[in-house]
C-alpha cells in the first residue's frame, strides 16, 4: 500500500540533520506510532538522535534552551516517549517561536538553526500522522470503520482546519448517522466546511467559492509563509511588488507566527481571499501606514491602463476587515 506522508527537509538545515530525516524516510514504510513490533520513536532513537547530538555539540550553549531535552542531554527520542508527539511538536513550536523572537539574528547560524528545527517539527508532525496499514480508524466510541489508514492525514486543501478523516482520526468528533449500518465517508482532502457536497446532495457554495479561488489562496499562502520565516526582512513575501512586500513585512511585524504554525497561516491565507483583500488594497494600506492621504495614494497608485480616484481609495479602505489593517 502506498504511504501518502513524507517530510520536508527545510533549505539550509543541517546537513547531518538532513541526512538523517532521508535516512529515516527511507526506512520507515513498516514504522508507525502505535506498532509494537515497529516503534517508530525506536527509529528516531536510531537515525535522528545521533545527528541532533551530534549538530548541538557545533552550537553554543545558549542554543541548548529553545530545543527540549537539548540543555539536560535528554535525546530527542526520549522526551517523544515521556510526553508524546503532539505535545512534543507544540512545545518545540514554541520554543522555537521564543528564538525568533529573542535572540534569532537572522545570520547563516540561526537561519540554519530555524531551517533545522523546521525539519525535526516536520518529522514529529508526519510520525504522529502516519498509521499503521492494518490499524483500522476508530470512531470516538472505538468502533472499527472500513476506512483506509494510509490515506493523508493532513490540512483541508483550502484552508488552515484539518480534513474530515484527520478530524475524525484524531477523534475531536463523533460519527452521527441514521442507524449503525450507515456508510460512514470522510474527505482526506477537505474539512466539513468545505465538504464538496452537503449532507442533502447538493453542492456546497463554499467548496465552490473555495474552488474558484485555490490559486489565489495558495499565492497568498506562500507569501505569508515566506513572510513568517523571515518577519524582520523586507521583501521577504517576493511578491513582485515592493509596495506589496511591504504590507507583509508591516503585518507580521504584528505577528508572531512562524511557518512551523502551518494552521494560523492557512486560515490568514484564507481570510485574505474571502475577505477580498486584493493586491491593490495591500497597497493602499501600506501607503497609508507610511504617511500618505487618500489623495495622495491615488496618485501614486494611478496608472494610464487604471486611473484611481480619491473617492475609490476611500471605498477600498471602508471595505477592508480591521484584522487585516496595519
Same mark, same amino acid.
Given at each position: 500500500?502506498?504511504?501518502?506522508?513524507?517530510?520536508?527537509?527545510?533549505?539550509?538545515?543541517? %546537513?547531518?540533520?538532513?541526512?538523517?530525516?532521508?535516512?529515516?524516510?527511507?526506512?520507515?514504510?513498516?514504522?508507525?506510532?502505535?506498532? #509494537?513490533?515497529? %516503534?517508530?520513536?525506536?527509529?528516531?532513537?536510531?537515525?535522528?538522535?545521533?545527528?541532533?547530538?551530534?549538530?548541538?555539540?557545533?552550537?553554543?550553549?545558549?542554543?541548548?534552551?529553545?530545543?527540549?531535552?537539548?540543555?539536560?542531554?535528554?535525546?530527542?527520542?526520549?522526551?517523544?516517549?515521556?510526553?508524546?508527539?503532539?505535545?512534543?511538536?507544540?512545545?518545540?513550536?514554541?520554543?522555537?517561536?521564543?528564538?525568533?523572537?529573542?535572540?534569532?539574528? @537572522?545570520?547563516?547560524?540561526?537561519?540554519?538553526?530555524?531551517?533545522?528545527?523546521?525539519?525535526?517539527?516536520?518529522?514529529?508532525?508526519?510520525?504522529?500522522?502516519?498509521?499503521?496499514?492494518?490499524?483500522?480508524?476508530?470512531?470516538?466510541?472505538?468502533?472499527?470503520?472500513?476506512?483506509?489508514?494510509?490515506?493523508?492525514?493532513?490540512?483541508?486543501?483550502?484552508?488552515?482546519?484539518?480534513?474530515?478523516? *484527520?478530524?475524525? /482520526?484524531?477523534?475531536?468528533?463523533?460519527? =452521527?448517522?441514521?442507524?449503525?449500518?450507515?456508510?460512514?465517508?470522510? *474527505? *482526506?482532502?477537505?474539512?466539513?466546511?468545505?465538504?464538496?457536497?452537503?449532507?442533502?446532495?447538493?453542492?456546497? %457554495?463554499?467548496?465552490?467559492?473555495?474552488? #474558484?479561488?485555490?490559486? =489565489?489562496?495558495?499565492?497568498?499562502?506562500?507569501?505569508?509563509?515566506?513572510?513568517?520565516?523571515?518577519?524582520?526582512? =523586507?521583501?521577504?513575501? @517576493?511578491?513582485?511588488?515592493?509596495?506589496?512586500?511591504?504590507?507583509?513585512?508591516?503585518?507580521?511585524?504584528?505577528?508572531?507566527?512562524?511557518?512551523?504554525?502551518?494552521?494560523?497561516?492557512?486560515?490568514?491565507?484564507?481570510?485574505?481571499?474571502? #475577505?477580498?483583500?486584493?493586491?491593490?488594497?495591500?497597497?493602499?494600506? /501600506?501607503?497609508?501606514?507610511?504617511?500618505?492621504?487618500? *489623495?495622495?495614494?491615488?496618485?501614486?497608485?494611478?496608472?494610464?491602463?487604471?486611473?484611481?480616484?480619491?473617492?475609490?481609495?476611500?471605498?477600498?479602505?471602508?471595505?477592508?476587515?480591521?484584522?487585516?489593517?496595519?
Amino acid at each position: 500500500m502506498a504511504n501518502y506522508l513524507t517530510i520536508e527537509i527545510w533549505n539550509g538545515c543541517d %546537513p547531518a540533520v538532513a541526512k538523517a530525516t532521508r535516512q529515516f524516510l527511507n526506512q520507515w514504510p513498516p514504522f508507525s506510532a502505535v506498532s #509494537r513490533r515497529y %516503534p517508530i520513536v525506536q527509529l528516531i532513537q536510531k537515525t535522528i538522535d545521533p545527528a541532533v547530538f551530534a549538530y548541538f555539540a557545533t552550537l553554543p550553549a545558549a542554543y541548548s534552551g529553545f530545543f527540549p531535552g537539548a540543555s539536560t542531554q535528554i535525546s530527542f527520542s526520549t522526551i517523544i516517549r515521556q510526553v508524546g508527539m503532539e505535545p512534543t511538536n507544540r512545545l518545540q513550536r514554541l520554543m522555537l517561536r521564543q528564538f525568533i523572537n529573542t535572540i534569532d539574528t @537572522q545570520d547563516e547560524r540561526d537561519t540554519q538553526f530555524v531551517a533545522t528545527l523546521e525539519t525535526l517539527i516536520e518529522l514529529i508532525w508526519a510520525c504522529a500522522s502516519k498509521k499503521a496499514a492494518r490499524v483500522p480508524l476508530r470512531d470516538t466510541q472505538g468502533r472499527p470503520r472500513e476506512l483506509n489508514s494510509m490515506r493523508r492525514l493532513s490540512f483541508c486543501e483550502f484552508c488552515g482546519a484539518y480534513s474530515e478523516l *484527520s478530524t475524525f /482520526a484524531k477523534q475531536e468528533f463523533s460519527w =452521527r448517522g441514521t442507524s449503525e449500518n450507515d456508510e460512514l465517508r470522510l *474527505s *482526506s482532502r477537505y474539512c466539513n466546511n468545505h465538504r464538496p457536497k452537503l449532507a442533502n446532495g447538493e453542492w456546497n %457554495p463554499k467548496y465552490r467559492q473555495a474552488k #474558484r479561488s485555490l490559486n =489565489r489562496f495558495n499565492l497568498e499562502l506562500d507569501r505569508c509563509t515566506r513572510q513568517a520565516a523571515r518577519r524582520s526582512k =523586507r521583501g521577504a513575501a @517576493q511578491s513582485g511588488d515592493a509596495i506589496i512586500d511591504d504590507y507583509f513585512f508591516h503585518f507580521f511585524t504584528q505577528q508572531t507566527l512562524t511557518p512551523a504554525d502551518q494552521a494560523d497561516l492557512r486560515n490568514l491565507a484564507r481570510k485574505m481571499v474571502d #475577505r477580498n483583500l486584493t493586491d491593490s488594497k495591500k497597497k493602499i494600506l /501600506a501607503l497609508q501606514l507610511s504617511g500618505l492621504n487618500q *489623495s495622495e495614494i491615488a496618485r501614486v497608485l494611478t496608472t494610464e491602463e487604471k486611473p484611481l480616484s480619491r473617492q475609490a481609495v476611500s471605498k477600498a479602505l471602508a471595505s477592508i476587515s480591521d484584522e487585516l489593517r496595519l
